[in-house]
């Protein structure tokens, strides 16, 4: 009998897309969960603020119940710690030591690559919303039933939004810079930009178009009102055309 190169071909060939993407998101929320440094700024911190702000005094946030005000906004930062801080970085690190540039040319390819990563955000914010929501209903948290069926459209546009910024900040910026501007803008965001508790004046105004703003506003309409707030909706939706359109152009794998 004689043999042929075919012989010694490998007849599997590689796994579906679905197979592949699903791999690598669940292998890339499994490493964001296992990291000291993620699990503090995803679950930890956005734990603290929830009781904190729930059993202090200040600030004022109104004749509404604390727990009632603070945890939608909680979940909303939750969205955002995941979404773009924690994913901006990661992104950004893996781009400095040529782990993007390496899975690109997988079988998984660009854009598994990229669906991986959303999905691995995906895993991630559901275990927050697991863990957090936990917590808040310890603290006598009753959430509107309407407004949680709503909540996971308001999630998925704040997702949207945040994962194109973060990989926007990934891909244009050195890791260094990233780290530390993704740090930064969450700080600020969590005091300043009505993500966390609402904001009133001439603040309040710039928050509603901000991405966090909207999302905070957009979270608490349906948590605490039952509705959705179609305005703060569309602003996410907003940034996260521009944002996407803008890292498509600009984003460098290397």
Known sequence: MTLTAADFAPTGGSAP????????????????????EQLLLTIVLPALLLVGLTLAAVPDLGDARRIDVVAPGVLALAVLSTAFTGQAISTAFDRRYGVLRLLGTTPL??????????????????????????????????PDPVGLLLWPVVGLAGTAAFVSLGLLLAGTL??????????????????????????????????????????????????????????????????AVAAALLAVRFFRWE
Do not use: C
């Open 17 to 36: 897309p679905a197979t592949r993407i699903r791999s690598q998101g669940l292998f890339d929320a499994r490493v964001l969960l296992r990291n000291g």
């Open 109 to 142: 390819g660009r854009s598994g690559l990229l669906a991986g990563r959303v999905l691995a955000v995906l895993v991630v914010e559901l275990v927050q919303v697991v863990v957090l929501g936990a917590v808040a209903l310890v603290l006598a948290w009753r």
């Open 174 to 239: 050195r890791s260094e810079a990233v780290l530390a501007a993704a740090n930064l803008l969450w700080v600020l965001l969590v005091a300043l930009g009505g993500v966390v508790v609402p904001v009133s004046g001439g603040l309040g105004r710039v928050a509603a178009v901000l991405p966090s703003g909207a999302l905070g506003n957009a979270s608490r309409a349906a948590l605490q009102e039952g509705r959705l707030d179609g305005v703060a909706l569309a602003v996410l939706l907003l940034w």
